[in-house]
């Protein structure tokens, strides 16, 4: 079994607050997290595949095709948006980096088992001294 | 002359569009970066003073100094902040990094002439690929 | 499960040497790490926390919460100190970065624990190319 | 049981493609990796080490040691080589940096094993968006 | 004036070596830069472009524009590419990092001319721990 | 005219403290950097050289030979070494940043003259935040 890394990058707006709450509730728990008008990132993401590389190619997967998956079903939806109200699959989501990680890996484990290999690990960078690893 | 920088970052929401211009304009110029929604960035910000070096300290400024008025004066406003909104000295200024990397040499250049050195540069990263530099 | 890490960074001064063994015998095992004067290195910090996201705050733990309890049991006791001289836990130990890493592990996972998470990993840099790992 | 790195780096070139095909199906399967004058790049090595610290140097195993067991091995083989054409233990083996990264396992295990230690990974980026990770 | 700056990547192959010279002779030159097979390397370069900020986008100029440009006057004839053999710009040229950064301005020179700015500096690193900057 | 950079590394313990002054000033005016048993720092190094390339080598000079001049001249002298008081060109001198970058633009200039090329820039970090350059 070995492991293989692809990087992929999207910047987007987010704010941690629950609707249900008042602005003084949610700056109490979130901080300026909560910033009413928003605030934002460039997000790093890690995804981490692992399988048995193919006899001729010497691949565990094409990266190029780890990275198009990527693209397509991730960061194309999260890329220059609004992580609140704009993307699909976070829609009633808090979204903390624990969940987008978790998020993450729904789009891509199923898909990716279609190319002889599987989903290990989502890396979900937030900033450079704050991030995320899920495995399922 | 010798030329002491101080690297500090902030986390902020903006988008690139002219209010007086429909959507569909601010898309064509300004791409995804139109976002209605807005998104956002890691920011990181190099800010560079020179001066001779103070015989007894060997300091052209004692950093703790740099970046407490960068902190003040500069990321206090823009941290997790929505610079199109939140933003006393961004108000009416296209948010773009060339207009931001203005914008904050302003708030310190006097500041800093106060403390026998000068401002030298302001170097802002919007993202790892895309960063811009000021010298006044 | 999901993993969640904070990165923090201290400055300090050590030496490789045991008082017991002569100059020549802590150079010959040691070799520049023994210097007499000490040396020093910015070691950063990578503490990474397990458990399940809160479902009011998508939070594994408030990283806010995890930086400071970070800053007050480890970085505030090593940052601009003498890893030999002036640390509390690190009396009578060899300052390897192996044993820093296993010592700063036990100033954090007590705590920890009371804020419904656990303490996964250390993971201690004493440079770009050297670093140590420790899961307890 | 603790964990130590030692990261080492080589420049090399290599191509994808296998000498029983033509070009245009190795160029239609490797796409650009299969340019037929060759491409390359600058690897970076993280070579993992696990065991007891030593109770008398607070060593798994010494870093000097084991960076020079990387570079003789590994990177005196691998540096400004051509990894199909000048490198033994890559004979006959696609240079995939999966393939490469299991290879440099092979000539690792075993010297390290005579140390009082054991080796636990290779971590091989080929660029910094994509890496590859071997447990044995 | 602003200076603004795009981050771009390449990855190829190349020697240092002069045909009319013998190996022995190149190889007391240029070292292991030098050998037969090749070597190569991930090559980040840096296009800096001077001007002012348009008024109504806040732009010196479109970064979109300015990837663009370099991504077809130069990353696309560089990547995974022999710079010895493969790119017309680059005939009858030792690829040194000097050579390639002042033959990478050649491309660019004019063509950002009709943008209302102007090329500034191209850096390019080779590793890590190798750049090279020109001015024109 | 042609830049070229290379980057060196070493790692060394200081203490910001004037010995005629008491203990207390000293923590007054320098913080915990005049903590009295020592901090310490990993230091980076861009030395930066100046000149034409070579027609026959592409090089402004042989990067090669730069790297040992810096090393013999600079990281030798200062790598696990106290600043304070093992380094023959820091007696008497304050060991601030801005202090031993001119120090070791001493050490490199003149001998740099004496390869076909001159001696540009000195650039030091003494943390990823810190960082000072001087021009002579």
Same mark, same amino acid.
């Given at each position: 079994? $070995?492991? $293989?890394?692809?990087?992929?990058?999207?910047?987007?707006? !987010?704010?941690?607050?629950?609707?249900?709450?008042?602005?003084?509730?949610?700056?109490?728990?979130?901080?300026?997290?909560?910033?009413? /008008?928003?605030?934002?990132?460039?997000?790093?993401? !890690? +995804?981490?595949?692992?399988?048995?590389?193919?006899? @001729?190619?010497?691949?565990? $997967?094409? #990266?190029?095709?780890?990275?198009?998956?990527?693209?397509?079903?991730? =960061?194309?939806? @999260?890329?220059?948006?609004? #992580? /609140?109200?704009?993307?699909?699959?976070?829609?009633? =989501?808090?979204?903390?980096?624990?969940?987008?990680?978790?998020?993450?890996?729904?789009? #891509? +484990?199923? =898909? $990716?088992?279609? !190319?002889?290999? &599987?989903?290990?690990?989502?890396?979900?960078? &937030?900033?450079?001294?704050? *991030?995320?690893?899920? *495995?399922?």
């Amino acid at each position: 079994m $070995i492991y $293989i890394t692809r990087k992929e990058h999207f910047n987007a707006a !987010h704010k941690l607050a629950r609707p249900e709450w008042s602005d003084e509730k949610n700056i109490e728990v979130f901080g300026k997290c909560a910033n009413v /008008n928003w605030h934002g990132h460039n997000f790093n993401l !890690h +995804v981490t595949v692992k399988g048995q590389p193919n006899e @001729l190619t010497g691949f565990v $997967i094409d #990266l190029k095709l780890l990275s198009s998956l990527i693209k397509d079903l991730v =960061v194309e939806k @999260l890329d220059h948006k609004n #992580l /609140n109200l704009d993307v699909d699959f976070m829609k009633g =989501v808090m979204p903390s980096t624990e969940n987008l990680a978790i998020k993450i890996w729904e789009q #891509l +484990v199923d =898909v $990716i088992k279609q !190319h002889n290999c &599987e989903l290990h690990s989502i890396k979900l960078f &937030e900033t450079e001294n704050n *991030y995320v690893e899920y *495995y399922g």
